[in-house]
Nanobody, 116 residues
């Protein structure tokens, strides 16, 4: 099983970026996929999740300026983030959670830095 995140980098405040999570080795349609982030000295937190049926959830901190989507033909999930703030700086992790059990997988993370 592999979850490979990409799309992170250095972005200016107010800018935007799109993170991708490409998965392999799982039956993609049977997994809820989430994006988490962890800033230095802070706990990992859920940012957004797209459920197997397509329903989405967003944390208050990103709601209204982020969009999570999944492409079941490419086994990939995307997180579009806009109006980025310095407090969005963190390592962003992709998480795949099986719909019928506690089985889950994590990616290795991608760094997002929002700074001028």
């Amino acid at each position: 099983v592999q979850l490979v995140e990409s799309g992170g980098g250095l972005v200016q405040p107010g800018g935007s970026l799109t993170l991708s999570c490409a998965t392999s080795g799982i039956t993609f349609s049977r997994y809820n996929i989430g994006w988490y982030r962890q800033a230095p000295g802070k706990q990992r937190e859920l940012v957004a999740r797209v459920f197997s049926g397509g329903i989405t959830y967003y944390a208050d901190s990103v709601r209204g300026r982020s969009t999570i989507s999944r492409d079941n033909t490419k086994n990939t999930v995307y997180l579009q983030m806009g109006s980025l703030k310095p407090e969005d700086t963190a390592v962003y992790y992709c998480n795949a959670q099986f719909i019928s059990s506690a089985l889950e997988y994590w990616g290795q993370g991608t760094q997002v830095t929002v700074s001028s």
